[in-house]
């Protein structure tokens, strides 16, 4: 199982990204994909969760500005970011929740600037 990650960047506060993640070695509509960030000097968190019905949660800091898709066609998940802070700052990684099992993707760095 893989997960690549991309999408990350410079932004200024108030603007918009979007991360992509893509797998491969797993059939990627029965799991469940999430977003996980870690800012500097912080605990990884958990940004966002989708379930292989389209189940959606959100950390309660990103709720109404960030979405979580799944494109079971093109294995891949994606984060979209609008209204962002620099608190949103951080290495953002991918999830997937496979047979009971955890694998990570590279981290894909989104800093914002104020």
């Known amino acids: 199982v893989q997960l690549q990650a991309s999408g990350g960047g410079l932004v200024q506060a108030g603007g918009s990204m979007r991360l992509s993640c893509v797998a491969s070695?797993?059939?990627?509509?029965?799991?469940?994909m999430s977003w996980y960030r870690q800012a500097p000097g912080k605990q990884r968190e958990l940004v966002a969760g989708?379930?292989?019905?389209?189940?959606?949660n959100y950390a309660d800091s990103v709720k109404g500005r960030f979405t979580i898709s799944r494109d079971n066609a093109k294995n891949t998940v994606y984060l979209q970011m609008n209204s962002l802070q620099p608190e949103d700052t951080a290495l953002y990684y991918c999830?997937?929740?496979?047979?009971?099992?955890?694998?990570w993707g590279q981290g894909t760095l989104v800093t914002v600037s104020s």
């Open positions: 989708i379930t292989s019905d389209n189940s959606t």
């Open positions: 070695g797993m059939i990627f509509s029965i799991n469940a």
């Open positions: 999830n997937a929740l496979y047979y009971l099992r955890g694998y």
